[in-house]
């Protein structure tokens, strides 16, 4: 009789060990390993050769015509942005975010938009009891949704439950890290848990064209929770961002089979729930009456939607020998240090005396290269202060040569700018202008930027 091979898997990352270890070799945390019993191994199977005894599959071709898939309009429409135009039938989605961030919220008024268009909508909760979750739609006003409501962590139970009837065209689940297999050993939220849990749903899913939504935890670093083969299993991936101290939040989609990659949706938290924000450059531009140095807005671009954000700069001078500070929020600090670093070796601009503060108003998070010219121009800005216009945008990549590079979508950025009343761009001199759009100052290198900043 063969025994069982026994190894022990990380609860953080999912490597598989032969022995306990008190760390983790590959990701470095302390008491993560957990044993887990592997499958019977016998000589024959070790021997076996699996080129026999199976059944042949179809092999096609890629001409076939394959129809679009249906998609379930959510009744949201930055929702329905995000996803690519809404729910595909028989897909699986994860959204993941901060805990309060408002995932559970969002879900369940798209469930509730979804059942009042006469969709049967099945909304498992794996975290609240049932009156929690009556309570909660009593308060967004959607006490009178025809959902489907249950409070359970069993999959076989929720399983058995959904295959006595017909499959609902909507299935939600919050969360996965609560679900539990009876099949595998193991507490929920395990990375062994997770994996066979989100398996029998999404096996469930493909066979009856139910559309499932997996709620996600996240760890303190931002990301899901538990095994990385969760994200690959699902077609679409939701990331909710936010911070608790501004109200808007935004649903950003990583991974989309069915549609586009980085495109987001944009929600304002309110006393009624998240609404959805039309213009969400509103949102993330400050008012104000007169020219401030160090502010430069800049038209970023999510997905096919341009946004206006503005980008703040802060430079205070300091004592011979002191260490000066480097602070970012909302950009990525090795750009900011290669911005810097250009401008005192191309422009002959001194920071090395200065500490430098860079902010993005709003709370809003960029990782547009197309930032690097307004970047420049606010540093450029609050070093000599003296104020860009406020009637100009500024976009652009910067080389390290000081070349200033074009970027993709100018047009687009320009007409969005145009809109909310802006009349001037500094932009790369290799974007053209179109006729009838706004007024165009274009600059071949960062050099000459800077002296149209300064007025040299």
Sequence with gaps: MAKPRTRYVCQGCGSVQPRWQGQCPDCSEWNSLVEDPGAVVTPFSARHNLRGGGRAIDLVGLDKEVPLPPRLPTGISELDRALGGGIVAGSATLIGGDPGIGKSTLLLQAAAKIAGAGRPVAYISGEEATDQVRLRARRLGLGGAPVRLAAATSVRDIL???????????????????????????????????????????????????????????????????????????????????????????????????????????????????????????????????????????????????????????????????????????????????????????????FSTCEVYLNIAGGYRISDPAADLAVAAALVSALAERPVPAEAVAFGEIALSGELRPVAHGGLRLKEAAKLGFERALVPASLKAEKGGMALTGFRSLRELVDHLLGR
């Design 160 to 350: 058995t439950t959904l295959g006595d009837g017909p499959p609902p065209a909507l299935l939600v689940i919050d969360s996965i890290q609560t679900m539990h297999s009876d099949l595998i050993e193991g507490a929920p939220g395990t990375v062994s848990q997770v994996r066979a849990s989100a398996g029998e749903l999404i096996r469930y899913a493909k066979e009856s064209g139910c559309a499932l939504v997996l709620v996600g935890h996240v760890t303190k670093d931002g990301a899901i929770a538990g095994p990385r083969v969760l994200e690959h299993m699902v077609d679409t991936v939701l990331s909710f961002e936010g911070e608790r101290s501004h109200q808007y939040r935004i649903l950003r989609a990583a991974k989309n089979r069915f549609g586009g990659t980085d495109e987001i949706g944009v929600f304002a938290m309110g006393d009624g729930g998240l609404d959805e924000v039309g213009n969400p450059s509103a949102l993330f531009l400050t008012h104000r009456g007169e020219a401030v140095s160090g502010a430069v807005v800049f038209p970023a671009l999510e997905g096919t939607r341009p946004v206006l954000v503005e980008i703040q700069a802060l430079t205070v001078r300091l004592a011979s020998g002191a260490t000066p500070r480097r602070a970012v929020v909302g950009w990525d600090s090795g750009r900011l240090a290669m911005i810097l670093a250009v401008l005192e070796a191309r422009c002959g601009l001194s």
